[in-house]
């Protein structure tokens, strides 16, 4: 079924997420490419494709999964419910949404979510990885307040540089798909 799942999504992304032509990126790159995953992950079919797929490549015993708000806040959301739903799965996942910056009031939290023991493992989630910089930004939240991290997995892998910016930063990136997928 996986596979199945996979291929489903990938169609889903190439027909209501990928677009060619020529845009400026959030990294501020100029491309060819533009790939926008909101349209498929904010769906129900595709939370649930995702929220499937992208569980089968959480690191071993991470406790929660975690990404910078607002493209990992529908997949950390997705990939924790879906590991409360497969009775098999040893460890249960919560959900962590990492702030670009801090709240500026109250307790001025980095961090929402329900906060797991420090030295507890933890998965970055993204949706689309080019540079690596918005992942990086959210494991370097995370290993602060200390937390363990050493992966990141992506929806989307542009293969612009993200994945040695990744193992620079002593992390390993997994992906469901890279752009050549798409086109």
Known sequence: MSNEMRQRLLTLLKEKSYRKG???LSSGKESQHYINCKPVILSGEGLVLAGTLLLELVEEYSVAVAGLTLG??????SVAFTSWLDFDRRTKLDALIVRKQAKGHGTGAWIEGPLPLKGSKITVLEDVVTTGDS????????????????RVVTIVDRQEGGKDAMLDNGLELHSLFTIEDLF
């Open 135 to 150: 992942s990086i930004k959210a494991v370097k939240v995370l290993r602060d307040a200390g937390y363990e991290v050493n």
């Open 22 to 24: 020529d845009f400026k």
């Open 72 to 77: 990992a806040d529908p997949l950390v959301s």
